[in-house]
């Protein structure tokens, strides 16, 4: 693992070799300019999959902060807010029919970890994520029966330290995403169909209130962001920090985006719309089983800008970055595309000073390679480093 500086290039002490290790699942930076990592343990014994988690924290010289590393229960989501890591856990039972149960932990800077109180759940096709304040949330789905979705009921849990919030579970009648989070921690979600219309938003406050700047049914798909088996909810609402949510629709292999403002109305100049498909990550090869792939995720950046992946125009060209402003029309200097036939972009950050972070996946001979972007808010490329080469 390695940290990079303003200039592409590694910083004084990294990397940082890590042991004993199956995988490192999350990577999160601290108000303090430390790191927190979250990696899973080799399986033990007889064991097929990792049983247990291992946290890390490192100052930005690389060096190990006391009180760490330690091991915790693997978690379903985690957040940095502030200095503190939080993490939510779904301990396993062993028993997909049996009620589960969740809690929250917080491991502050010194390695101290406080342990929240247990909450029994009904489990099924569960969501969870971790909002800004360090609140977990919890959805699941019931009432499947047609094909429509008609009779889907969505029930969503919030939980702290002290286990279940008041006012919690909520109740929304439909087919509601998983989680989106403004700055102040407010819960975002479009309840609709991942693949037909119409589709809207609901917001909730921290005590389990509907507020009344959702919007009302729109013609538009909220398209799911995993193309495999499953994938029956929507896809989340891409939310700025003031409240401004988008709605991404990828039906037919196009590409629309319906702009809300933070009362739930249209944004003027709204919808974008490209014949050119979002961006979609990893490889299935040929006979592959099970395989499936998750697809890019927009973010809004500095001056309510909004970034977006796209897929390859051609088979002779590689994918893009576009960035829509606030207007709903495409900011001068961009798309910024890749050259190279079938080369992607997988993922990408928005840089707080302005600008964005983009990981450029590129074929190679053997294999392929990987190289991070610095790009500048007028599409100048300030740096690129390449991370892998086979």
């Given at each position: 693992m390695t940290l990079l500086g303003a200039d592409g290039l590694p910083r004084s002490g990294w990397p940082v070799e890590l042991h004993d290790v199956?995988?490192?699942?999350?990577?999160?930076?601290?108000?303090?300019?430390?790191?927190r990592l979250l990696c899973l343990l080799l399986p033990v014994g007889e064991a097929m999959d990792p049983v247990a988690a291992r946290a890390y924290a490192f100052d930005p010289m690389?060096?190990?902060?006391?009180?760490?590393?330690?091991?915790?229960?693997?978690?379903?989501?985690?957040?940095?807010?502030?200095?503190?890591?939080?993490?939510?856990?779904e301990p396993p039972n062993g028993d997909e029919s049996a009620p589960a149960s969740i809690h929250m932990v917080r491991i502050r800077a010194d390695g101290t970890?406080?342990?929240?109180?247990?909450?029994?759940?009904?489990?099924?096709?569960?969501?969870?994520?971790?909002?800004?304040?360090?609140?977990?949330?919890?959805?699941?789905?019931y009432g499947w029966s047609r094909s429509d979705l008609a009779d889907v009921t969505s029930e969503v849990?919030?939980?702290?330290?002290?286990?279940?919030?008041?006012?919690?579970?909520?109740?929304?009648?439909?087919?509601?995403?998983?989680?989106?989070f403004d700055a102040s921690g407010l819960v975002y979600l479009v309840v609709g169909s991942p693949s037909t219309r119409p589709a809207r938003t609901v917001?909730?406050?921290?005590?389990?209130?509907?507020?009344?700047?959702?919007?009302?049914?729109?013609?538009?798909?909220?398209?799911?962001?995993?193309?495999?088996?499953g994938g029956e909810v929507p896809g989340p609402p891409i939310v700025a920090d003031?409240?401004?949510?988008?709605?991404?629709?990828?039906?037919g292999g196009h590409?629309?985006?319906?702009?809300?403002?933070?009362?739930?109305?249209?944004?003027?100049?709204?919808?974008?719309?490209?014949?050119?498909?979002?961006?979609?990550?990893?490889?299935?090869?040929?006979?592959?089983?099970?395989?499936?792939?998750?697809?890019?995720?927009p973010a809004v950046g500095k001056g309510g800008f909004l970034y977006l992946v796209r897929a390859p125009s051609s088979r002779s060209t590689g994918g893009s970055l576009v960035v829509i402003g606030p207007d709903g029309k495409v900011r001068s200097g961009w798309p910024v595309g890749l050259k190279r036939a079938g080369s992607m972009f997988w993922s990408l950050t928005v840089d707080p000073r302005g600008g964005v972070w983009a990981l450029a996946i590129e074929p190679e001979r053997k294999g392929a390679?990987?190289?991070?972007?610095?790009?500048?808010?007028?599409?100048?490329i300030r740096w690129g480093t390449t991370i892998l080469q086979p």
């Open positions: 199956d995988s490192c699942r999350s990577l999160r930076g601290a108000a303090d300019g430390s790191i690389g060096r190990m902060m006391a009180g760490w590393p330690l091991e915790t229960e693997i978690p379903v989501a985690d957040r940095m807010v502030g200095d503190d890591l939080w993490l939510m856990v970890l406080d342990q929240g109180v247990a909450t029994t759940v009904d489990s099924g096709d569960d969501a969870f994520a971790i909002g800004p304040d360090g609140v977990g949330y919890h959805a699941r789905h849990a919030a939980f702290d330290l002290t286990g279940m919030r008041s006012g919690w579970p909520a109740t929304i009648k439909g087919n509601a995403s998983t989680f989106a917001v909730l406050d921290k005590n389990g209130r509907v507020l009344p700047n959702g919007s009302a049914a729109m013609p538009v798909t909220s398209s799911a962001t995993w193309d495999g088996a003031d409240g401004r949510a988008y709605i991404v629709d990828t039906q590409t629309r985006v319906v702009g809300l403002s933070p009362g739930g109305d249209p944004l003027t100049g709204w919808p974008y719309t490209s014949s050119i498909g979002m961006g979609w990550t990893g490889f299935c090869g040929e006979g592959d089983t099970g395989c499936g792939h998750v697809r890019t995720m390679s990987a190289t991070i972007l610095s790009i500048a808010e007028d599409s100048t």
